[in-house]
């Protein structure tokens, strides 16, 4: 394997013909191509159970008439956060936008899901959610904890505004852009809490 140098600069168009040969995921931050970083078990875990639960709530739904078609995606499919500027790789990422039909990547979210890890946290926190929230289509943006239970679900109201609204382990989370509910339990299904060593 060819050790590639930390930083690796190429142009938007140059990215997104290169990023899919790769073995590894890289996102794009403004010319600029950054190797994501590997997860842990509870982190698979946990993005593996909210994108099936997610994806079983929205089988054959039906809006009025019609087939509402949302597909959820999860970790190898990018988003395209800023055309030409900034690509990322969501751990969940729903969309219900027929404009949606590029085969690697998507433009129209409703609805992003990031788990948190030491490594990535305050990117997810900070800069990414900075980025999502310009986009128009985006209704609502959820970090979920690894050590312990919890989650925070940042929504778009009426007004534009990201309102917070956290849950914990015994509570439902209903999520709004999807129209679907899910126990916070079953998130965390399968998931081994690291329990503190406590002194004698």
């Known amino acids: ?3 590639l140098p930390d930083n690796i600069l190429m142009s938007a168009e140059e990215y997104l013909v290169w990023e ?10 403004d010319g600029e191509v950054v190797m994501m970083s590997g997860g842990t078990r509870n982190h ?14 929205l089988a054959d739904v039906y809006d009025g008439l019609r087939l509402r078609t949302c597909e959820v995606y999860i970790v190898d499919v990018k988003v395209q956060v800023e055309p030409g500027q900034k690509y990322f790789y969501p751990d969940v990422v ?13 433009q129209f979210p409703c609805l992003i899901i990031e788990v ?6 305050a990117a997810d926190r900070g800069k990414k959610f900075a980025k999502y929230r310009q986009s128009s289509t985006l209704q609502e943006y959820v970090l979920v904890q690894v050590a312990q239970p919890g989650v925070e679900v940042f929504r778009r109201n009426e007004q534009g505004k990201w309102v917070l609204s956290e849950y914990n382990l015994g509570d439902i ?9 899910i ?3 079953d998130l965390y299904r399968q998931v ?3 329990t503190e060593a406590t002194e004698e």
């Open 1 to 3: 394997m060819v050790a």
């Open 20 to 29: 899919p040969t790769q073995e590894e995921r890289y996102e794009y931050w």
């Open 44 to 57: 698979n875990r946990i993005s593996l159970n909210f994108s099936k639960l997610l994806d079983d709530a």
């Open 94 to 106: 729903v969309t219900c936008d027929e404009r949606d039909d590029d085969p690697q990547l998507l």
């Open 116 to 121: 948190l890890s030491p490594s990535t946290e």
């Open 173 to 181: 989370l209903r999520l709004e852009s999807v129209d679907v509910e």
């Open 183 to 185: 126990a916070i339990a």
């Open 192 to 194: 081994q809490f690291e």
